[in-house]
Nanobody
Framework: QVHLVESGGGLVQPGGSLRLSCAAS????????MSWYRQAPGKQRELVAY???????DYADSVKGRFTISRDNAKNTGYLQMNSLTPEDTAVYYC???????????????WGQGTQVTVSS
């Protein structure tokens, strides 16, 4: 069994910064891809950024240049550094990971419970 736990959300003023963390625990051999999604009220969940085990990344156009995704493979933890936040970034942010529980090349997808990010003055 694998669990993903997000932390770091909260209330921040426009122009501010937050750093989200996603800690994976349980039976983990390797983590292939870690992603961050977000869902604003009344909107569909959208992909914000992802990072592969080799460090390659990609971002939604709306966050490029402001957000940075990273990971610490030794700690099975991913991060999302969010700078220059705007009210449009207000959403519940979810961590998603594709994890191999054993050496066999078979990954399973897991989701965290979400953490609220509110950008408001």
């Amino acid at each position: 069994q694998v669990h993903l736990v997000e932390s770091g959300g909260g209330l921040v003023q426009p122009g501010g910064s937050l750093r989200l963390s996603c800690a994976a625990s349980g039976t983990i051999f390797s983590i292939n891809r870690m992603s961050w999604y977000r869902q604003a009220p009344g909107k569909q969940r959208e992909l914000v950024a992802y990072i592969y085990s080799d460090g390659s990344t990609d971002y939604a156009d709306s966050v490029k240049g402001r957000f940075t995704i990273s990971r610490d493979n030794a700690k099975n933890t991913g991060y999302l550094q969010m700078n220059s936040l705007t009210p449009e970034d207000t959403a519940v942010y979810y961590c998603n990971a594709d994890i191999n529980p054993t050496i066999a090349p078979r990954g399973y997808e897991y989701w965290g419970q979400g953490t609220q990010v509110t950008v408001s003055s």
